[in-house]
């Protein structure tokens, strides 16, 4: 019996002696695992944290504006788009979202190869018009170009989700000249005008810029979570 336990006491010892090594690779691999990590983690925030700093000194973005002319802006903090609202005379209510940048036509420069990857920015209006419930909304999609608003098309439609597909009219090039002549007095009556496309690009222009270090912010806080 004597034997017996000398024999298993043995084992035992030599079971510790196979294990111990082992436990302590895995150890060792799970702390390198995690040294890598932090210090991955690390770099990624100490780039983030130096892109937010740069952006800021490069151009800091300014305090958004909450008005232009009578339309009330909201910003729409960490969205593609802002609203405009106003009323006009006694019954019209006018709303407008704006996308941020969302397309583009090159530059020509006169052949200039230098040139050549300058491009003129837009953005996308969508401008509804309201007078009373049941009464259908008048809606203008336009494009905001630098220093011009362009009518793209022009929608009639009721309040709400459509029931069933609704006509669109026809491409706004294809109406006669002066009525199309009349549609942009329209919307300039109501403050809609070329001025507002220049004001628009400069606003989105610092919203891009807000929204981008806000979005690095995010992103730094998200990594640094314990």
Not at 36 to 55: D, K, S, V
Not at 67 to 96: A, C, H, V
Request: aromatic share 10%.
């Amino acid at each position: 019996m004597m034997h017996h336990m000398i024999l298993g006491q043995l084992r035992g010892a030599a079971q510790k002696l196979l294990w111990q090594p082992k436990a302590l690779l895995t150890t060792t691999r799970n702390y390198i695992s995690v040294m890598r990590r932090e210090a991955f983690e690390g770099n990624l925030t100490r780039l983030l944290r130096n892109e937010i700093q740069y952006e800021i000194d490069r151009s800091p973005p300014s305090k958004p504006v909450s008005k232009y002319g009578s339309f009330m802006i909201d910003e729409r903090p960490g969205e593609q788009w802002t609203r405009l609202e106003r009323k006009f005379g006694e019954n019209e209510e006018i709303k407008i979202d704006v996308t941020m940048f969302d397309g583009f036509v090159p530059v020509n420069k006169g052949g200039d190869a230098s040139k050549e990857h300058e491009v003129y920015l837009h953005a996308t209006m969508v401008i509804d018009i309201f007078k009373g419930e049941g009464n259908g909304v008048l809606e203008f999609v336009c494009f905001a170009w630098p220093n011009s608003v362009e009518i793209r098309k022009v929608i009639m439609h009721g309040h709400g989700p459509a029931a069933s597909p609704i006509y669109t009219g026809p491409h706004f090039k294809e109406l006669d000249d002066k009525l199309q002549d009349e549609l942009y007095n329209f919307l300039e009556t109501r403050g809609i005008d070329d001025d507002m496309g220049e004001f628009l690009h400069q606003y989105i222009r610092n919203k891009a810029k807000i929204e981008y270090i806000r979005w690095m912010g995010k992103a730094k806080s998200f990594i640094e979570m314990k």
